[in-house]
């Protein structure tokens, strides 16, 4: 599943063709995306041009004068740089095409989604709940400290709450608490000032470090067959069950926490 990082990663990947450019066309094979691509989406967007190409949590804005195209990648969609004329193949659903160049979105699951938005896009339903970006300047100790406060919650199923923070999957939270020794059940409520600080270090840098490893081995967005925008790393716990802990090298252990797998170091994460 994409998450934050292959989302920035594709963000960054496909801006330098679309920024400016004019929507001159969109082909849609197949509408029924998570919700149905609009029947007028053509109507919608063609003669819109890009003024700025936005990340809200695992959204894609494309911002235009007189609305917004969102673009979500879903379970497993991926987008890439294409010839218009190059033959689909068949879960690539849509084309949103910019004269000589066209962006195909491939969604083989077909819970992405393309939708219009006139106006702001800030307060389309989708989006308009959601919480604040993890690598934005509001993702500081004291929120996070004030907003698990009397939440007798799992400090990790708090972490992938979109409401609080957008954009903490399953792999990035556990990654992020082994970073910051907290084990994933501790009680939200009761991290100390400190811990909290701890934490919002952790998944700034877990970020941050994945986006620079996609950046750096993805193949280009460019004309790739683009099988998938995602790329390989490696994890210090996620998908390590039983495996030695790189740090201290007590095997890696792995519990259900709200329907997700958490992996975690017993000795490490205290
Ligand atoms: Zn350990």
Known sequence: MPELPEVEITRRGIEPFVLGKTITGIAVRNPNLRQRVPRNIARLVVGQQVRRLLRRGKYLLFECDGGSLIVHLGMSGSLRVIEPRSAPSKHDHVDLVFGGSALRLRDPRRFGLVLWNRGDSTRHPLLARLGVEPLGEEFTADFLHRVTRGRD??????????????????????ESLFKAGIHPRARAGRLSRERCA??????????????????????????????????????CVYDRATLPCKVCGRAIRVVRLGQRSSYYCASCQS
């Open 153 to 174: 919650v799992g400090v990790k199923q708090l972490l992938m709450n979109a409401g609080i923070v957008v954009g903490v999957g399953n792999i990035y939270a556990n």
């Open 198 to 235: 701890r934490l919002v270090q952790a998944v700034k840098e877990t970020l941050v470090a994945a986006i620079a490893a996609g950046g750096s081995s993805l193949r280009d967005f460019v004309h790739s067959d683009g099988a998938s925008g995602y790329f390989q790393q490696h994890y």
